[in-house]
């Protein structure tokens, strides 16, 4: 039995799940009734919140909504999937065949439309942790990321041998945000470790860089845990 799963009263083992809804009231129902139902469920309304506790624990099943605030459910799905092999449920009111396909494209082992009955939900997440467990062969050993600038701070690294060639704005950035790692930094204060005017800067540029950092960090197989925190600036997790 792995960190990511316990085992219930009556000796079945059930998997560490995280639910990423910013419905509050969806949330708590389906959190609340997955437990009853024996569950080992935590519930986040961002993607900050749920990449800050998966960088701490990372769990074997991820249910996610589509419309989140600060990031969209499908680049979500296609970060975890990057990272490594995880069980992710969408469970969404988009239920067009486009959202569909798309959710799935993105690496959804399921895709559920609201309403959904925590029944259903429940029923999903074990037919997933089977899939997980019939599927699984030799058992990995937990792997341990230690982020580092190397090559005197332009290439990013994971500690697991995958490794990002940095632009100079990119450099900046991640060497402010290392400086001051697990904590908050305004978005003026990393205009200004990139050189450039906080008053003459357009700001949406710097979302802009994050994007493509992120994007060229997940073709290398790197879930950078780089994180927006809306109103305040970014930071840069364990």
């Given at each position: 039995?792995?960190?990511?799963e316990?085992?219930?009263?009556?000796?079945?083992?059930?998997?560490?799940v995280?639910?990423?809804?910013?419905?509050?009231?969806?949330?708590?129902?389906?959190v609340?009734?997955?437990?009853?139902?024996?569950?080992?469920?935590?519930?986040?309304?961002?993607?900050?919140?749920?990449?800050?506790?998966?960088?701490?624990l990372?769990?074997?099943?991820v249910?996610?909504?589509?419309?989140?605030?600060d990031?969209d459910?499908?680049?979500?799905?296609?970060?975890?999937?990057?990272?490594?092999?995880?069980?992710?449920?969408?469970?969404?009111?988009?239920?067009?065949?486009?959202?569909?396909?798309?959710?799935?494209?993105?690496g959804a082992?399921?895709?559920?439309?609201?309403?959904?009955?925590?029944?259903?939900?429940?029923?999903?997440?074990?037919?997933?942790?089977?899939?997980?467990?019939?599927?699984?062969?030799?058992?990995?050993?937990?792997?341990?990321?230690?982020?580092?600038?190397?090559e005197?701070?332009?290439?990013?690294?994971?500690?697991?041998?995958?490794?990002?060639?940095?632009?100079?704005?990119e450099?900046?950035?991640?060497g402010?945000?290392?400086?001051?790692?697990?904590?908050?930094?305004?978005?003026s204060?990393?205009?200004?470790?990139?050189?450039?005017?906080?008053?003459?800067?357009?700001?949406?540029?710097?979302d802009?860089?994050?994007?493509?950092?992120?994007?060229?960090?997940t073709?290398?197989?790197?879930?950078?845990?780089?994180?927006a925190?809306?109103?305040?600036?970014?930071?840069?997790a364990?």
């Amino acid at each position: 039995m792995s960190a990511k799963e316990t085992r219930r009263g009556d000796g079945a083992i059930t998997p560490l799940v995280y639910l990423v809804d910013d419905d509050e009231d969806f949330r708590d129902e389906m959190v609340s009734g997955l437990s009853r139902l024996g569950l080992n469920v935590h519930g986040f309304g961002s993607a900050a919140g749920l990449y800050r506790a998966y960088a701490a624990l990372p769990s074997e099943i991820v249910i996610l909504d589509l419309n989140l605030g600060d990031e969209d459910g499908l680049s979500i799905a296609a970060h975890l999937r990057a990272s490594q092999r995880i069980g992710i449920i969408m469970a969404t009111a988009r239920g067009s065949i486009d959202d569909r396909v798309a959710g799935l494209e993105k690496g959804a082992d399921a895709y559920l439309v609201k309403p959904i009955d925590v029944r259903e939900l429940a029923a999903t997440v074990g037919a997933v942790h089977n899939r997980l467990n019939r599927d699984r062969t030799v058992p990995a050993p937990p792997q341990v990321l230690q982020w580092a600038l190397v090559e005197g701070g332009w290439t990013l690294t994971d500690g697991l041998g995958h490794r990002l060639r940095l632009t100079v704005s990119e450099q900046r950035l991640l060497g402010c945000l290392f400086r001051e790692r697990g904590n908050t930094v305004e978005r003026s204060v990393l205009v200004e470790a990139m050189g450039a005017d906080i008053y003459d800067f357009n700001y949406a540029h710097l979302d802009t860089i994050v994007s493509r950092l992120r994007r060229r960090a997940t073709k290398s197989n790197m879930l950078v845990p780089l994180h927006a925190i809306r109103g305040l600036g970014f930071t840069f997790a364990e």
